[in-house]
């Protein structure tokens, strides 16, 4: 899944903060979106902080940082 989070946009509320979902499948989707949305604040729409978010649903191991396995002797050499 893909989404899109960014602030203002709206001229009766300033610095909402929006979002637009995108299907896994949709990634050139997701990323004109994004383009359009840069492309409004370059043209001086009121549209900043403009991030693009993924989370793979068929991912294989867990999000974010795991423990190293058993047996795994990692040294930082220092000169």
Same mark, same amino acid.
């Given at each position: 899944?893909?989404?899109?989070? %960014?602030?203002?946009?709206? +001229? !009766?509320?300033?610095?909402?903060? @929006? ?12 990323? @004109?979106?994004?383009?359009?949305? @840069?492309?409004?604040?370059? !043209? *001086?729409?009121?549209? *900043? ?7 793979? +649903?068929?991912?294989?191991?867990? +999000?974010?940082?795991?423990?190293? +396995?058993?047996?795994?002797? %990692? ?5």
């Amino acid at each position: 899944m893909f989404v899109v989070y %960014w602030l203002g946009g709206n +001229p !009766d509320i300033d610095g909402t903060a @929006r979002f637009r979902l995108f299907d896994a499948n949709a990634l050139a989707d997701a990323l @004109r979106f994004t383009e359009d949305l @840069r492309r409004r604040q370059a !043209d *001086g729409e009121d549209i *900043g902080f403009i991030t693009l978010c993924s989370e793979n +649903p068929h991912s294989v191991g867990k +999000p974010g940082a795991a423990d190293p +396995p058993a047996g795994y002797d %990692w040294k930082k050499r220092r000169r």
